[in-house]
């Protein structure tokens, strides 16, 4: 008797362990506005690039779609269907082995392998995953007002360069605005910064946001060997805001937030 209740128990838990792996298929559909004006190329070379970086094996490559499959220590596979344009993708489950698929639901571990290569594709896209969870958690969202601030550009660069945040060896400029001498583009970048805003008025607490955000693609384009970055446009959650003049700031109780993109470049 006491050996079958045993029995049950422990086929009981093992129940209980495969329900707790098991989750519904995670299959992430990723937006983007048409004015980022992503192209066909750099769509389909960041998701290739996303799949390749996690070892995923990529096994077909069409103009609109591509497929891929990883298989893990031989015991776990998995394959993918990935429908893309300039606008949009969609990692979506295709079939699978030693990851107990059923019902619409798999083992935890493919989820984390989608999340993962999802990642990737939007580094690619010199978008900040990380960054734009953290913008859609409720602490932060419900602190952000809905309508943007539009401040001087120019005004905070000329802040941050007698502050000593920016040392003059990077110029910046936004879309539309005149760039003297011969461009030579080089990579895009982006970057994403907040600052507390207590205490602070709203264009003192967004000054300090882009601030932090000009340092950062100073160091970028350092790096590159780039002297300037060009077609800077605002995109606080991935919304284009171009102006020659202005930057959008999102402010509130808690928070400033800013958003640029642009393409270090090497003026002559």
């Given amino acids: 008797m006491l050996s079958l ?11 209980t362990l495969a329900a707790c792996t098991s989750k519904p298929v995670y299959a992430p559909t990723e937006q983007f506005p048409s004015d980022l ?4 190329a750099q769509m389909q070379t960041a998701i290739i690039t996303g799949l390749q970086k996690r070892q995923w094996t990529v096994q077909k490559v069409t ?5 891929a499959a990883i298989t893990v220590r031989g015991r776990h596979h998995a394959e993918v269907t990935i429908p893309y344009s300039t606008t949009q993708y969609r990692i979506g489950y295709r079939d699978s082995w030693g990851l107990d698929y059923k019902d619409g639901k798999i083992h935890r571990n493919y989820n984390r392998w989608i999340s993962l290569v999802n990642d990737n ?16 958690l ?3 969202a419900q602190t952000t007002d809905e309508v943007p601030l539009h ?21 910046f400029f936004l879309a539309g605005e005149h760039v003297p001498g011969l461009v030579n583009p080089m990579s895009e970048t982006s970057t994403s910064k907040k600052t507390n805003s207590t205490n602070k008025t709203e264009e003192e607490a967004c000054d300090w946001a882009m601030i932090s955000a000009l340092a950062t693609l100073q ?10 970055v060009v077609d800077l446009v605002s ?9 020659n003049t202005k930057y959008e700031c999102h402010t509130g109780s808690l928070m400033a937030g800013v958003a640029l993109r642009g393409k270090m470049a090497e003026i002559q």
Avoid: M, W
């Fill in 5 to 15: 209740v045993r029995c049950i128990a422990l086929t009981a838990a093992v129940f």
């Fill in 37 to 40: 004006h992503i192209t066909p």
């Fill in 63 to 67: 103009p609109s779609e591509i497929q």
């Fill in 121 to 136: 594709i939007l580094r690619e896209l010199h978008l900040d995953p990380i960054g734009e969870r953290v913008d859609a």
């Fill in 138 to 140: 409720p602490v932060i």
């Fill in 151 to 171: 401040l001087e550009f120019n005004r905070v660069v000329q802040r941050a360069t007698q502050a000593g945040h920016l040392d003059g060896s990077v110029r």
């Fill in 219 to 228: 160091n970028a384009a350092k790096r590159e060997g780039a002297n300037a």
């Fill in 235 to 243: 995109f606080y959650n991935r919304q284009v805001y171009s102006d």
